[in-house]
């Protein structure tokens, strides 16, 4: 059985400093610099006109800019402070606000990503406004697209065929999956092949172009996403806090939708399992597995079976690593034929065209019937991460931009000074 998503996830340490992190730690630094450098001069400045004797005009207008700035400048460091952490460290009321939100920012991006983003009609009006089908055929048919195919299957392939070469590992499948194999149904694995034979359907190919565009489509939907967030945004929060978020929604969905493409993830494990319940109720006469059945176990049970397997395996590895490293190989000009065969013949054909758009709206459906799971996912893994790495990251990211609010509070509270200060003298 697949793992269950609902579970706590256990999340990966953060990894080490990269250049871009460290320009972004020096920029953090230094812009913080800056705004505490501009408080001091405020605190400076009206130290140093309680030195003037007779303080003038000019003196006491200034007086009265940097007080300001000072309160201005204080005000905002304890805003931007108590977003990461308590100021002071002193345990002050609705301060450290990320640190104490996590589990509710996990939820609500859970639930957000759920009930705007994972839903069959979005999912579906997306695909059907692409027209994913035609546009599949249409880059298959492209005579760039068949060398990239080509040269990427002729890439693998060595490392594949040497892998399953290896004798440990043939042995090890001969002792763990021989009574396994024997006593295996294998109704419902001839049904999936010939399903995918006579819909001539590329499955994986089509489900991962799919979730590429869900990925495209969060992409151009970023700035509705962000609309949303400041929708639902406390109103002391700044709006690149906002900003931040809603960028961060977008990519960790992409992310999600990515993983969703590896075909080892759990989730494609659990698509591929769905594949096959669903082949297994094409089959369903009693009779025809009992034969399969038989069929099978007379072949697993001739006494020559494993060495003609064996030296027929052997013999057709041996001729392919010959072929994969000429550079004219036969592999990768069949694998260039057949990806402009398949690509012009989908291309020319409409019938064939709605069968694709037809699987992937399929597709789709089910990829809504895990949304409950994957939104459960996304919390779960925000919930999971170590809360000082959390914090780190966030100020990282935002933090400096943080400080221009610092920075523009002191100047704006200085400005706001003269200006009281010179209503005060023209009424008074």
Not at 152 to 162: K, Q
Not at 166 to 194: C, E, H, T, Y
Not at 213 to 228: C, G, H, K, S, Y
């Amino acid at each position: 059985m697949p793992p269950d998503l609902s579970q706590p996830f256990e999340a990966p340490r953060a990894p080490m400093p990269s250049n871009a992190e460290d320009g972004l730690r020096l920029r953090l630094r230094r812009n913080r610099l800056l705004a505490t450098s501009l408080l001091l001069s405020m605190v400076a400045i009206f130290l140093g006109t309680h030195l003037v004797p007779e303080p003038g005009f000019a003196v006491r207008l200034l007086r009265a800019a940097a007080e300001a700035g000072i309160v201005g400048g204080l005000a905002d460091w304890f805003a931007v402070t108590a977003l990461f952490r308590h100021p002071l460290g002193l345990p002050i009321p609705h301060t450290a606000i990320v640190p104490t939100s996590k589990e509710r920012i996990g939820q609500t991006l859970g639930r957000f990503l759920e009930r705007h983003f994972l839903t069959e009609e979005v999912l579906v009006r997306k695909l059907r406004s692409a027209n994913m089908a035609q546009r599949f055929a249409t880059w298959l048919a492209a005579p760039s697209t068949a060398p990239v195919l080509a040269g990427a299957v002729v890439s693998a392939l060595p490392y594949v065929i040497r892998t399953l070469d290896n004798a440990d590992l043939q042995d090890f499948a001969r002792r763990s999956l021989g009574k396994q194999v024997r006593q295996a149904d294998i109704a419902p694995v001839m049904g999936r092949a010939i399903d995918v034979l006579t819909a001539s359907g590329e499955t994986d190919v089509l489900f991962e172009r799919a979730l590429g565009v869900a990925a495209q489509w969060l992409e151009e939907n970023r700035e509705q996403i962000f609309d949303l967030v400041r929708e639902r945004s406390r109103w002391w929060i700044p709006r690149t806090i906002d900003r931040k978020i809603a960028d961060a929604i977008v990519t960790g969905s992409a992310d999600l939708l990515n993983k969703l493409r590896e075909p080892d993830s759990d989730v494609r494990l659990k698509f591929r399992e769905a594949l096959h319940r669903l082949i297994d109720d094409l089959i369903n006469s009693p009779e025809q597995r009992e034969q399969i059945n038989a069929f099978k176990n007379r072949l697993l049970e001739h006494p020559e079976l494993q060495a003609w397997i064996a030296a027929a395996w052997h013999e057709t590895s041996r001729v392919m690593l010959e072929d994969l490293s000429r550079p004219n190989s036969k592999v990768r000009n069949a694998v260039e034929r057949i990806c402009l065969l398949v690509g012009r013949a989908l291309a020319a054909d409409e019938t064939m065209l709605k069968h694709i758009d037809a699987l992937l709206e399929r597709l789709a459906a089910y990829l809504v019937s895990w949304r409950h799971e994957i939104g459960t996912f996304v919390s779960e893994v925000v919930r999971s991460w170590d809360t000082p790495t959390l914090v780190d990251r966030l100020e990282l990211v935002v933090g400096s931009d943080l400080q221009y609010i610092r920075m523009n509070g002191t100047i704006v509270g200085a400005l706001a000074g003269c200006f009281i200060f010179l209503v005060s003298q023209i009424l008074g």
